[in-house]
């Protein structure tokens, strides 16, 4: 399984030996969150065995579960966004975005 995110690269048979590394399923049964998904990562193929690879979410999409018998694995919060290193199409909207936001401010 490779991670759909346009230009990553990473997948279960190159990573699976790293650290943290998972495969996330897109979230199908949240119409928005799958929504915001599919625009960070540029993928519009079938959804059904798509993934998106842990590095394209920050620490605090998760939630760290203590046990005092055994570590546990991180969980994906339930609302997580992918928001590090999205296609390109995506990063030159959240650039445009910024500006946008920016030039709005000095008008303010």
């Not at 590095?55 to 005092?68: A, I, W």
């Amino acid at each position: 399984m490779n991670c759909t995110v346009e230009g990553c690269g990473n997948s279960y048979r190159k990573c699976r030996g790293r650290v943290g590394f998972r495969l996330h399923g897109y979230p199908v049964k949240r119409p928005e969150v799958c929504e915001q998904w599919k625009q960070f990562s540029g993928w519009s193929g079938n959804l059904t065995n798509a993934k998106i690879c842990s590095h394209h979410f920050k620490p605090d999409d998760y939630f760290h579960q203590t046990s005092s018998t055994s570590p546990q694995a991180p969980v994906l919060l339930q609302d997580a966004v992918p928001s590090v290193g999205g296609c390109p199409r995506w990063q030159q909207q959240q650039q445009s975005n910024r500006a946008t936001s920016h030039n709005s401010d000095a008008f303010s």
